[in-house]
C-alpha cells in the first residue's frame, strides 16, 4: 500500500483509516481533505473503465484475430476473376468459398489466367498466372500443375484448386482476413527416379462409331487412330495414324441412295530443337481420300521454324515463323482434268502463327501460303483466327474464321459429277475459296458477384 500524509486543514483529523479498494493508507488528514480524495480516485477510476470499454467496443468491431468478424465480411473479401472456361467452377466455388468470384476481370482485385499445353507424358501442363489489380497491382505470379495421361476429371480438378489455394496466399495475407490463415506443409518424401521400361514412348488407340437411323435413312461410321510418340527436352518424334469409313443409306420410294467414302492417313515427324527460338522438323506422310479422288499420296518434306519468343512462354505468348519445302507422289483413282492419273510435284509452304492470351484477351492466327513449283498458280491461301477482346467493361468481341483462297485441286475427276454426287457430297467440288466465319458479341450486367452454387436439376 502506499502512504499519503497530508497536511491539517480545518482542524479535523482521521488517523489510519484504510480506504479499502483505492490501493492506499491515509494518516493524518483533514476532513474536507479526505473527502476530496476519495471523489478524485472513484472519478479517475471511472474514467479509466469508460475509456478502456470504448477501446474495446471499436477495437472488437474491426480486428480479425481468429473470432467471428465484425461488419461487413465484403470489405475484406478478395475479389476474383477466374479466366478459364474449361474449369469446374461450381466445384472451385465449393472449395475456395473464402473469396468473392466476380463476373467481370476489371472488377477483380486478382486476376487469374489458367492456360494449359500438353506434356511429353500424354499428360497436360495447366499454367496458373496471378495478376494483381487495384491496390494488388504488381502483384503477380505463376504457378504450374502437371497431370497424367490417366488422371481423372477430378484429380485434375483436385490439383487445380490447389494450386489455386497457394497462389492465393500471398493477396489474401495482405487483407485483415490474413491474420485466420492457417498453413500447413506436409512431411516431405524422398522420391526415387522410377525406371521406365517404354523409355519415354507413349502409345494412344482411339476407336469411335456411331450408328443412327430411322425408317427413311441409317448413317454409320467409324473413326479409329493410333498415336506413337516420344517427347524428351530438347526433341520429339510423333507418330499418327487414322482411318475414317462412312456408309450412309437413304430410302426413297422407288430408289436407294448409297453414300459411302473412306480415307486413310499417316505421319511420321521428328522434331530436334535447336535453341530457345529455332526448331528443325522432317515429315513423312501418306494420305488416301475417296471423296478428293486420291488413290494415294505420299511424300516427304523439311521445315524449320523460328519462334520470337522463347518457347518457355508458349502458353501466354507465341510467334513463329515457318517454312516448309517437300516432295510429294500422288496417285487419283479416275483421271482428273490435268489428264493426270499420276504424278511427282515439289511443294513450298510457308506460315505465320500468332498466339497471344493476356488479361486484355486472346488472339490466335494463322496465315499459311503454298505453291508448286511446276506452276506457281497452283496455289493456296488461308487464314485462321480466333479472337476473344474485351471491348467495354462487360462487353466482348469475339471472332472465329477460316479463309481460303484456292487454285491447287489438282486431283478434280475430269468427267462430269451426277447430281446424286453432288447432293450427297459424295465427291470433291470444283471451287475457288472457302470460308467460314462466326461474328459475336457477349454482354453481361447485374450483381458482380458469382459466388452462388446451385446445382438442383442440372
Known amino acids: 500500500m502506499d502512504v499519503v500524509k497530508i497536511m491539517p486543514f480545518l482542524g479535523f483529523r482521521v488517523k489510519n483509516f484504510l480506504i479499502e479498494g483505492l490501493g492506499c493508507k491515509i494518516v493524518d488528514v483533514d476532513f474536507f481533505c479526505f473527502i476530496c480524495i476519495i471523489t478524485l480516485r472513484l472519478r479517475m477510476q471511472i474514467y479509466t473503465k469508460t475509456l478502456l470499454f470504448f477501446y474495446l467496443f471499436i477495437f472488437s468491431s474491426i480486428s480479425f484475430s481468429g473470432g467471428e468478424i465484425k461488419g461487413s465480411l465484403n470489405d475484406y473479401v478478395l475479389r476474383i476473376f477466374i479466366d478459364y ?33 500438353p506434356t511429353a507424358g500424354g499428360g497436360t501442363e495447366y499454367t496458373l498466372v496471378f495478376i494483381g489489380q487495384k491496390l494488388f497491382t504488381g502483384m503477380s505470379d505463376t504457378l504450374r500443375y502437371n497431370t497424367l495421361a490417366t488422371d ?30 492457417s498453413i500447413d506443409l506436409l512431411e516431405e518424401k524422398a522420391v526415387s527416379k522410377p525406371y521406365d521400361r517404354w523409355h519415354n514412348w507413349i502409345f494412344g488407340i482411339d476407336v469411335y462409331t456411331y450408328v ?41 420410294e422407288d430408289t436407294i441412295l448409297i453414300n459411302e467414302s473412306k480415307s486413310f492417313s499417316g505421319m511420321t515427324n521428328p522434331v530436334i530443337g535447336i535453341s530457345d527460338y529455332f526448331s528443325i522438323c522432317g515429315y513423312g506422310s501418306f494420305y488416301s481420300s475417296s471423296y478428293e479422288n486420291i488413290y494415294l499420296s505420299s511424300g516427304i518434306a523439311l521445315a524449320i521454324e523460328y519462334n520470337i519468343y522463347p518457347y518457355s512462354q508458349s502458353t501466354s505468348r507465341k510467334l513463329t515463323f515457318q517454312y516448309e519445302v517437300g ?77 481460303a483462297m484456292i487454285h491447287d485441286q489438282l486431283s478434280l475427276p475430269k468427267r462430269q459429277l451426277t447430281e446424286e454426287e453432288i447432293i450427297l457430297q459424295k465427291k470433291l467440288l470444283a471451287t475457288q475459296y472457302s470460308y467460314f466465319i462466326s461474328i459475336g458479341i457477349s454482354y453481361t450486367f447485374g450483381s458482380i458477384y458469382s459466388n452462388i452454387v446451385n446445382p438442383r436439376f442440372e
Not at 345 to 361: D, F, H
Open 327 to 403: 516432295y510429294i507422289y500422288f496417285e487419283y483413282y479416275e483421271l482428273t482434268i490435268f489428264d493426270k492419273l499420276k504424278e511427282r510435284l515439289v511443294k513450298e509452304t510457308g506460315s505465320v502463327n500468332a498466339y497471344i492470351r493476356q488479361p486484355w484477351g486472346s488472339v490466335n492466327l494463322s496465315l499459311r501460303g503454298s505453291h508448286y513449283f511446276h506452276d506457281f498458280k497452283k496455289n493456296r491461301l488461308t487464314l485462321n483466327t480466333d479472337i476473344s477482346l474485351p471491348i467495354l467493361k462487360r462487353l466482348s468481341f469475339k471472332i472465329f474464321s477460316y479463309v
Open 85 to 117: 472456361e474449361e474449369c469446374d467452377m461450381d466445384y472451385i466455388k465449393a472449395e475456395i468459398p473464402y473469396v468473392n468470384y466476380v463476373i467481370e476481370r476489371r472488377d477483380a482485385d486478382v486476376y487469374i489466367l489458367i492456360t494449359k499445353q
Open 212 to 252: 443412327q437411323g430411322q425408317q427413311k435413312y441409317n448413317f454409320n461410321n467409324i473413326n479409329t487412330s493410333l498415336s506413337i510418340k516420344k517427347v524428351l527436352e530438347n526433341w520429339k518424334w510423333l507418330n499418327n495414324f487414322n482411318y475414317y469409313y462412312r456408309y450412309n443409306v437413304y430410302k426413297l
Open 152 to 181: 481423372s476429371d477430378d484429380t485434375i480438378r483436385r490439383g487445380i484448386v490447389k494450386k489455386l489455394k497457394a497462389g492465393l496466399v500471398r493477396y489474401i495475407s495482405r487483407t485483415p482476413l490474413g491474420e485466420r490463415l
